[in-house]
């Protein structure tokens, strides 16, 4: 029963928290909910979920992604009940809801199932490989979440010329460059396409603006250094790509409901 746990700062878009199959499933009560988004599927036996008033059986190949802090449990109704799991963070973690258009639970059947459990068990052979290649497991983390998004097939999306054209050099200069003054203008033209062209191809792909994932990832980059408590808020700000620290403490608490000093207390 092998399961995988990210083990490194965040720093992909997507990326699994933790992942695993073969798992002979206990009783699991979460008043609270799960901090990420966690799916849950069968393999073999049968289980249970409540969530929301319901009470959802999982057969084989039958799962269930349930989003951030919604309230549910569930227990095998058979015998035995052997699960795979994945659960899903990333620096564009806040962008998932609009990629799922706000749904707290997907439910999926057993062909869409079937072809999740591909994935996974896919994704936990190159987890077992070494080196890991921290880009080809976010690759493969966005195409899962592509199974739950209408009408979007995230092997074909990842694989889309249009997408390794224009995306993902604009991703990659994100990355290197989130701590300096970055405009949509400037990405536009370093792929030699129009500012409106690139916003509707993030839209496309990553169901968010250009500007949105710039935020969401220096927001992430950010919770990383609140953990050391000798860095200054202000300094912080500056060193992930903010001018000044009150627009980095509205942006904070937009996207994490509480304010960067608050997040270190908890951190």
Excluded at 116 to 121: A, D, M, N, V
Excluded at 206 to 223: D, H, Q, W
Excluded at 227 to 248: K, P
Excluded at 250 to 256: E, L, Q
Aim: one cysteine or more.
């Amino acid at each position: 029963m092998p399961i995988y746990f990210i083990r490194t700062p965040v720093r992909e878009p997507f990326i699994f928290d933790s992942i695993g199959n073969h798992w002979e499933q206990e009783h699991v009560i979460r008043p609270d909910g799960y901090p990420h988004y966690h799916y849950l599927q069968t393999e073999s036996g049968e289980g249970t979920v409540r969530i929301q008033g319901r009470a959802i059986r999982l057969g084989v190949d039958e799962g269930i992604l349930i989003a951030p802090f919604v309230k549910h449990s569930y227990m095998r109704t058979d015998e035995t009940w052997n699960t795979l799991f994945a659960t899903v963070t990333g620096s564009l973690e806040g962008s998932i809801d609009r990629i799922l258009d706000g749904r707290k639970i997907i439910l999926t059947e057993k062909g869409q199932g079937m072809r999740i459990r591909r994935k996974i068990e896919e994704t936990m052979e190159r987890y077992a490989a070494q080196p890991m290649d921290e880009r080809a497991l976010s690759v493969s983390c966005y195409e899962f979440l592509m199974n739950f998004a209408d009408g979007v097939s995230g092997d074909e999306t990842c694989n889309d010329p249009v997408y390794q054209r224009y995306i993902a050099p604009v991703l990659q200069e994100i990355e290197t460059r989130y701590g300096e003054r970055l405009t949509v203008a400037e990405l536009s033209a370093g792929v030699y396409v129009t500012q409106q062209y690139l916003t509707r191809l993030f839209r496309r792909f990553l169901g968010c603006s250009v500007y949105e994932y710039i935020t969401s990832l220096r927001i992430s980059k950010a919770k990383e250094l609140l953990s050391n408590r000798r860095l200054e808020i202000q300094a912080i700000a500056h060193q992930v790509g903010f001018e000044d620290a009150s627009h980095f403490t509205v942006m904070f608490r937009k996207m994490t409901g509480m304010t960067p000093g608050e997040f270190r207390v908890i951190s």
